[in-house]
């Protein structure tokens, strides 16, 4: 999504826009977050436990969300398989 503040950004009044393309870009934007491609290094992705230190494959956890800091660095947030808390944690590799 783009800034207004973006100079490539083009303003589109409400009575112009298309809701239906709207909602069905918006839903294959989060589809494709949702189920990301596989990835060759996507078994390797490691996430750290707050609780303990440890280092564990991000497919061993229940992800619940990913969101991308104001540096643009993606945190992701899971629920702890050792304390069943939700951690939040960058992805290693």
Avoid at 8 to 14: H, I, L, V
Avoid at 40 to 59: I, K, M, P, S
Avoid at 63 to 85: D, W
Wanted: with cysteine.
């Amino acid at each position: 999504m783009k800034s207004i503040l973006d100079p490539s950004f083009e303003y589109t009044p409400s009575y112009e826009t298309d809701i239906q393309q709207t909602f069905a870009r918006v839903s294959r934007e989060l589809g494709d977050r949702e189920h990301p491609q596989a990835d060759e290094d996507a078994d390797r992705d490691c996430l750290w436990l707050e609780c303990n230190g440890e280092l564990l494959e991000a497919g061993s956890v229940d992800i619940v969300g990913v969101r991308v800091s104001a540096l643009g660095i993606e945190m992701v947030e899971f629920v702890c398989p050792r304390c069943k808390k939700r951690h939040e944690s960058l992805t290693f590799r």
